[in-house]
């Protein structure tokens, strides 16, 4: 795994079992590397691999519900009853790294449904990540 692209973390056949058919859109955000998969008509997610902050000190806007993806320490931060069509998965990557999955949908509806797939790509990007678990 390229451990500092998240680009190159979600192989073609992945991508495709997240619902994703486009490839990502390398960018950098600061000094952190990104990834834009936006999928024309529904919406995008965006994988971020925050090299300046640990899961612990991200204090995200909304309800933070901790989770446990491939044996590492997350949260998912969602309002299921705004409903709003985000979604967003936070991953430890490491004492001071995190890995951010934002979900969201062209028509700002399906909060679940953008859980959903943030989910299914923290599951398939956890294991290999930079850090150990845990």
Known sequence: ????????????????????????????????????????????????FDTTSALTDLRPDGEATPLRIAGREARRVADLRTDDGTCTILIAAGPAASVHIDVSTADFRGTRESCERATAVAELIAPDLPGRAG
């Open 1 to 48: 795994m390229a451990e500092t692209d998240p680009c190159a973390w979600l192989t073609p056949a992945e991508r495709s079992s997240a619902g994703l058919a486009v490839p990502g859109e390398p960018r950098t955000v600061g000094s952190v590397p990104v990834c834009d998969y936006t999928e024309p008509g529904s919406g995008g997610v965006t994988v971020t």
